[in-house]
């Protein structure tokens, strides 16, 4: 399981420019205006030999000083709970504020590492007393920086990654399938994990986000230990939707990392959301199992049409997943939820199962007689041969005459033709092209 750093800081000390100048690239949008930080927040970083996820807890600025600080508050809570570094930035320029203290006492209290970090230090050589003023927070030594110029960023690197935890043999000894239950604030993530362990496990209640913090839950079904990752946020005072949005973000991003298999739930009397579309998205690219379980199932008036409706509706929004199992359930009564277990068996399956060289390229073969590669200026794609390389997701390298012919949708008709084959049904399939000369 990757670390995680996250970046703390008060409005406008560069979060955002420094979580791009870490990321490699602009993803979080950044202008001079404090408090404009949107878009994605988070990404995948590597540094030397370590890769970790990175986020970037930036969010609005209110008016008001006080909103300011329980934001900040939040901003910590959040990055306490789910990170194993936090990065604690600062401005050198506008020097050590009250904020910046509170923000400390705040950090000091968590026992998670902490790396400060002076941003803004353009002249290493006159504004290093600037930099010093900074021990009076009591957190460490701080490293100066200037993320707009980058400057300095190897020893910030060196010092978050020489804090991630080491590799717990335990862990990588646990063989209990981990399933993320991940979705909007209020679709019954929680009565779902409380439904499964038979006991009230978690909090639950009708205020949207009142989940306490990330909770894992063992559950044993048939003589098989299950671990279920709750991912509602914390408990907030704000109630601004984009925070609470972001925060549920963040939060499933984590608990994501951590899994074999997620749960993205979507409430039934609501529909499909773009929310859900960008929460399931996160599982998507970091190659999960997905089972989508629509909840509230009991609260919908039904005809013969209804299932087949909502199925079509969820396949058109989250048409990056069509291999995701659709599950029809009720939280609260308990409809359905006996299934969850066997298509997580499933899922789990699929999502580690080899086929053998000889017999995938039997199955290509017969995809290619069936439908001529693509061909451009006379040049026909000639696909060689293909093997999976590895599992969780199936990851397949095929090797061709010429990348360029290899156009998505022949991958995506190969892809199909695999499926139709071996079903590797609730789990995404990775393919990577590769050329060689037909000499080779």
């Known amino acids: 399981m990757k ?3 996250a970046i703390v800081g008060r409005p406008n000390v560069g979060k955002s420019t420094l979580f791009n100048a870490l990321a490699g690239e602009n993803i979080a949008i950044v202008q001079d205006t404090p408090g404009v930080t949107r878009d994605r927040i988070y990404a995948d970083a590597v540094w030397l030999n370590h890769s970790f996820t990175l986020i970037d807890t930036g969010g609005i600025e209110p008016e008001s000083k ?5 934001q900040m508050r939040e901003q910590a809570e959040i990055a306490i709970a789910t990170a ?4 604690f930035i600062v401005d050198c320029r506008q020097g050590l504020v009250d904020t910046d203290s509170k923000v ?3 950090l000091r209290k968590a026992e998670k590492p902490v790396v400060l970090c002076v941003n803004k230090v353009d002249n290493f050589d006159t504004q290093m007393a600037d930099v010093y003023e900074f021990y009076n ?6 490293i100066p920086i200037s993320a707009a110029s980058r400057k300095n960023l190897g020893d910030l690197l060196d010092a978050v990654t020489a804090a991630f935890p080491e590799d717990n043999e335990e862990e990588t000894e646990d063989e209990r ?11 019954g993530k929680s009565s779902l994990v409380n ?3 038979g006991e009230d496990r978690v909090i639950v209640s009708d205020i949207a986000g009142t989940t306490r913090d990330a909770i894992d839950t063992t559950v044993r079904y048939n003589h098989k230990d299950y671990v279920f990752i709750d991912t509602a946020g914390l408990r907030r005072k704000s109630r601004i939707k984009e925070e609470i949005e972001r925060y549920s973000i963040i939060r499933a991003v984590t608990a994501v990392e951590r899994s074999d298999v997620v749960i993205l739930m979507i409430d039934a009397s609501e529909g499909v959301t773009e929310q859900d579309a960008k929460v399931a998205g996160i599982a998507h690219e970091r190659g999960k199992g997905v089972i989508i379980a629509v909840n509230k199932w009991d ?4 005809n013969d049409k209804t299932i087949y409706r909502f199925t079509e509706n969820v396949r058109k929004t989250l048409s990056f997943m069509p291999y995701a199992e659709i599950l029809f359930i009720s939280a609260k009564t308990g409809q359905r939820i006996g299934r969850i277990f066997e298509v997580i068996d499933m899922v789990i399956e699929n999502h580690s199962l080899r086929i053998a060289t000889g017999v995938l390229n039997e199955i290509i073969s017969e995809a290619v007689v069936m439908q001529q590669p693509p061909s451009d200026k006379g040049k026909r794609l000639k696909i060689f041969y293909a093997t999976e390389v590895s599992v969780k997701p199936p990851t397949f390298v095929i090797f061709v005459n010429n990348k360029e012919l290899m156009h998505f949708s022949y991958t995506r008709y190969l892809e199909n033709k695999i499926r139709e084959a071996f079903g590797f049904r609730g789990t995404p399939l990775k393919f990577i092209i590769r050329e060689r000369g037909e000499k080779d």
């Not at 006080?66 to 329980?70: E, K, P, R, V, Y």
């Not at 194993?84 to 990065?87: F, M």
């Not at 399938?177 to 679709?187: D, F, L, M, S, W």
Request: hydrophobic share 55%; glycine share 8%; no cysteine.
């Open 66 to 70: 006080d909103i300011i600080l329980s």
């Open 3 to 5: 670390p995680v750093a």
């Open 137 to 142: 927070l009591g957190i460490g030594d701080p």
């Open 177 to 187: 399938p981990r399933i993320a239950i991940i979705g909007k604030p209020n679709v």
């Open 84 to 87: 194993d570094v936090i990065i």
């Open 104 to 106: 400390a006492d705040m």
């Open 299 to 302: 609260l919908v008036q039904k």
């Open 195 to 197: 439904k499964l362990a």
